[in-house]
């Protein structure tokens, strides 16, 4: 009777979680058990495994096979096992040199001829693996330029159950990661295509410096979906630990581009048909990441937002408050991170006439159609602008290109990074309001116009924070120590001008 013992890594939400893998070959009627809360795909790794076993020239083990995966609480689901069994089970019949195992974890699922097949979430399993201890990680060979991201641990290449054997035999080596490619430079659309709307251009520069969200008003053809766009070259790079984090997601939800470490921030619009599932995350069995955690650290943008169904649009507030999700299930809750900088673009009515005086829809249908973007999601939005026609096409209006206006925005971030740096916040918008107004409180002088709007019913607590939020922002981007009056009146001219 032979016992052997190996890793691999379970997902639950972004995060990896070690398992071990207990082989006991022999001492019985023959059959294979898996124990360990296995989910239906891992129960079929049995006949998986025993397929490409005897394809890769070896003899399936005709005893009584058990496998044990720890921690036995966890739901374990997937096909990523497959690889860690296989081998399990070869070393516990003496095929593998089972103190070989060791130290490593394997990842992968096997096909029926012995091929290992790539699968999700390999970038958060290597880095699991790596926070338990295992430097050394195998993986499918089509996965390695994702693994080999992950620094302080060996990743090794398989293409088939075959390779993996002899490389624990010491007869054949795996696959190492090359060079990385040279990441080529980033190209954003250009802000100057944006003609005139000084004051959305304007809002866009604003909330692109203090991480602010933003909704754009105005009727068809006046630039919304354009100019939402070129939000994403107004914004920093990713760090490296940001851009890992957005990429553990895409390599769950299984859309990592070809350039994994892609530091520029995402861009993430999701159609108005979106269900509340596509937005946030859920769906059948193992709860997937949503929109909004794909926007992570970057940009969601809903066009024509009032064509998303009310609940839905709702769905975003505790989003937008937690910057995270939580999606329960019977046995476990899955928190996916969700700091996304939202960027809305609506239509003021039904009929959406270039000139508002044109518009044939009744007051009520007009008041219904706004109405499905609530109140307290409004209070949520920091900066609210509007369109306007455009009106000139002759080339006099165009304004600032991208680099130039990005130049601004980055100065002012790294102005507020330092302002806050000692209290662990990066942008205005992440400051909580209470620690806004008592450490940086500003005098009563110049926060007057906020308190007079709040006693008049006109602006929330909220409201007044996030006004103060973009304050600094605009104190920001005026090289000032900290808000004058004009700011706090500009923040209050952004807040209002959906109603103009």
């Known amino acids: 009777m032979g016992l052997a013992r190996g890793w691999s890594v379970a997902l639950r939400g972004v995060e990896g979680v070690p398992v071990e893998i207990e082989a006991l070959v022999g001492g019985g ?5 898996i124990v360990g809360l296995a989910d239906t795909a891992l129960q079929e790794s049995v006949h998986r495994m025993r397929s490409a076993v005897v394809n890769s020239g070896q003899d399936w083990p005709g005893v009584r096979i058990l496998l044990a995966l720890s ?11 497959d690889l860690a069994l296989a081998v399990c089970v070869l070393a516990g019949a003496g095929v593998v040199d089972a103190g070989r195992l060791a130290g490593i974890a394997l990842l992968g699922e096997l096909a029926l001829d012995g091929r290992v ?3 999700r979430g390999i970038l958060p399993c290597v880095l699991a693996a790596r926070e338990a201890g295992l430097r050394r990680v195998v993986v499918p060979a089509a996965t390695l330029p994702e693994a080999a991201l992950v620094e302080d641990v060996e990743v090794f290449g398989a293409s088939t159950l075959d390779e993996v054997v002899g490389w624990f035999a010491g007869e054949q080596q795996l696959e190492r990661p090359g060079s990385p490619l040279p990441t080529p430079p980033s190209r954003f659309p250009e802000l100057a295509d944006v003609v005139g709307q000084e004051d959305a251009r304007r809002a866009l520069e604003v909330a ?30 990713l760090e490296r630990d940001q851009a890992l984090q957005l990429a553990s997601i895409r390599s769950v939800v299984g859309e990592l581009p070809s ?3 892609e530091l520029v921030a995402p861009f993430v619009a999701p159609h108005h048909s979106s269900t509340m599932a596509a937005l946030l995350g859920g769906g059948s069995g193992t709860a997937r990441p949503g929109a909004v955690s794909m926007a992570h650290r970057g940009v969601l943008f809903l066009d024509e937002c009032t064509e998303f169904q009310p609940h839905v649009l709702e769905s975003l507030r505790t989003p937008l408050e937690e910057r995270e999700v939580r999606i329960s299930r019977a ?19 039904p009929c959406a006439p270039v000139r508002d005086r044109d518009c044939v829809c009744r007051s009520v249908d007009r008041r219904r159609y706004l109405a499905r973007l609530s109140g307290p999601l409004l209070d949520r939005v920091d900066i609210q ?5 455009v009106i000139d096409l002759g080339g006099d209006d165009t304004g600032e290109d991208t680099a130039t206006v990005r130049a601004r925005v980055l100065e002012a971030r790294a102005a507020a990074a330092e302002r806050w740096s000692a209290h662990g916040w990066r942008t205005n918008a992440e400051v909580p309001g209470p ?11 110049v926060v007057r116009p906020l308190e007079e709007r709040m006693r008049a019913g006109e602006l929330s607590a909220r409201g007044a924070d996030r006004a103060l939020r973009v304050a600094w922002t605009l104190s920001d981007l005026a090289g000032t120590s900290s808000p004058d009056r004009d700011a706090v009146d500009g923040a209050l001219y952004f807040r209002e001008r959906s109603a103009a």
């Open 117 to 119: 097949r790539p699968v």
């Open 29 to 33: 009627i023959p059959g294979v058990q």
């Open 259 to 261: 350039d994994p470490l």
């Open 71 to 81: 921690p036995a609480t966890l739901r374990k689901s997937g096909s990523r096992f």
């Open 385 to 389: 602008a509007r369109m306007l026609p």
């Open 331 to 349: 046995e476990a809750t899955a928190i996916y991170p969700a700091h996304f900088q939202l960027v809305a673009a609506a239509n003021p009515c």
């Open 208 to 237: 692109a410096a203090g991480g602010h969200h933003l909704l754009l008003l105005g009727p068809p053809g006046t630039g919304k979906t354009m100019l939402a766009r070129r939000i994403v070259g107004l914004l920093p790079e």
């Open 435 to 445: 620690e806004l107004r008592r450490r940086f409180g500003l005098p009563r002088s």
